[in-house]
């Protein structure tokens, strides 16, 4: 019914950026909440939430990546942005987007299939 397909990871160097993208497709009605999480290594499946973003544009942080991270989201694409910058080794792990969305017959949480993002020191 839908789908959430994350781009933009690799590696990057300490203090280096780097830009996620997340598209939602599919018998889409109406998207609440989008965001990204973070699975860091040795935390096993645990994802933290990073950023989140709501459809009137309110944004919400994280306290280690607060001035670093900029969420966005274009309504007309189904798309949500994570522009990293000033990155750290700790920002390494796998990202995750996440939207909370309407369909014609249920309204719930959908995740992406995550993409790597790895920090050299």
């Known amino acids: 019914q839908v789908q959430l397909v994350e781009s933009g990871g690799g590696l990057v160097q300490t203090g280096g950026s780097l830009r996620l993208s997340c598209q939602a497709s599919?018998?889409?009605?109406?998207?609440?909440?989008m965001g990204w999480h973070r699975r860091a290594p040795g935390h096993g499946q645990q994802r933290d939430l990073v950023?989140?973003?709501?459809?009137?544009?309110?944004?919400h942080y994280v306290d280690s990546v607060k001035g670093r991270f900029t969420i966005s989201r274009d309504n007309a694409q189904n798309t949500v942005y994570l522009q990293m910058d000033s990155v750290k080794p700790e920002d390494t792990g796998v990202y995750y987007c996440?939207?909370?969305?309407?369909?014609?017959?249920?309204?719930?949480?959908?995740w992406g299939q995550g993409t790597q993002v790895t920090v050299s020191s």
């Open positions: 599919g018998s889409i009605i109406t998207i609440n909440s």
């Open positions: 950023a989140d973003i709501l459809s009137d544009g309110s944004t």
């Open positions: 996440n939207a909370d969305i309407r369909t014609w017959n249920i309204q719930r949480d959908w």
